[in-house]
């Protein structure tokens, strides 16, 4: 399994200095106690789309009050470590989505209520509507429903709170390791045009950008 605490040059820069200086373990008890840490400070940024984001305003007030839980929004994606897609979600949609999730900083998970981001729901046989989200970006955790109450949004942050508290290998991890299988299947239903560019690799820019 491999670890949630990583990803960063000051993450690996400190486990060398710790393994040098013997205390190994020592990494072992930090790894633990930040992603502990991590599962209870989640910013959502404040996205809507389908049915079930009429859901989020209970979720989040007074009477849900996913706050308790270390669950809060934020405005921007840049601030966020997750995205929740609550419902169907159009190509035009899409889009934004991948924009929205791309300016999201690492580690960064993504949601998903209802039927629809499985497998098209009730739009399956639409000519606009995606059929299955988890072919363009990852879904880390799918709470289902149609649409899902405030309960069933809260059980899907438990179990994305106990996936980073116990390190294991998340959605965006994955989409670097498998960028090419996400980019053609984006660029299959967008076309080429598309902001930032797919002529342009944004994860090698080092080399010239291109992809
Ligand atoms: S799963 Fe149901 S409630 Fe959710 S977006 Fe689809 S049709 Fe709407």
């Given at each position: 399994?491999?670890?949630?605490f990583?990803?960063s040059d000051?993450?690996?820069?400190?486990?060398c200095?710790l393994?040098?200086s013997?205390?190994?373990?020592?990494?072992?008890?930090?790894?633990?106690a930040?992603n502990w840490?991590?599962s209870?400070?989640?910013?959502?940024?404040?996205?809507?789309?389908?049915?079930?984001?009429?859901?989020m305003?209970?979720?989040?007030?007074?009477?849900y009050?996913?706050e308790?839980?270390?669950?809060v929004?934020?405005?921007?994606?840049?601030?966020?470590?997750?995205?929740?897609?609550s419902g169907?979600l159009?190509?035009?949609?899409?889009?934004?989505?991948?924009?929205t999730?791309?300016?999201?900083?690492?580690?960064k998970?993504?949601?998903?209520?209802g039927?629809?981001?499985?497998?098209?729901?009730?739009?399956?046989?639409?000519?606009?509507?995606?059929?299955?989200?988890?072919d363009?970006?990852?879904?880390?955790?799918?709470?289902?429903?149609?649409?899902?109450?405030?309960?069933?949004?809260?059980?899907?942050?438990?179990?994305?709170?106990?996936r980073?508290?116990?390190?294991e290998k998340?959605?965006?991890?994955?989409?670097d390791?498998?960028?090419?299988?996400?980019k053609d299947?984006?660029?299959r239903?967008?076309g080429?045009?598309?902001?930032p560019?797919?002529?342009?690799?944004?994860?090698?820019?080092?080399?010239?950008?291109?992809?």
């Open positions: 399994m491999e670890s949630g990583h990803g000051l993450d690996s820069s400190l486990k200095k393994e040098e013997g205390m190994a373990n020592t990494h072992a008890i930090m790894e633990k930040v840490f991590r209870r400070s989640i910013f959502v940024v404040a996205y809507g789309t389908g049915c079930g984001a009429i859901e305003p209970p979720t989040f007030t007074s009477r009050d996913a308790r839980m270390g669950v929004g934020v405005a921007t994606p840049r601030q966020a470590d997750l995205i929740i897609l169907y159009a190509y035009k949609t899409l889009r934004r989505v991948i924009r999730y791309e300016q999201m900083q690492r580690p998970y993504v949601i998903t209520l039927s629809c981001p499985i497998n098209g729901g009730m739009y399956w046989d639409s000519y606009n509507t995606i059929k299955k989200l988890d363009y970006i990852p879904v880390d955790v799918y709470v289902t429903g149609c649409m899902p109450r405030p309960e069933s949004v809260i059980e899907g942050f438990v179990l994305l709170q106990e980073i508290k116990n390190g998340a959605g965006w991890q994955k989409y390791e498998n960028l090419k299988f996400y299947n984006q660029k239903v967008l080429g045009h598309i902001d560019s797919y002529e342009t690799d944004w994860y090698n820019l080092e080399n010239g950008g291109v992809a």
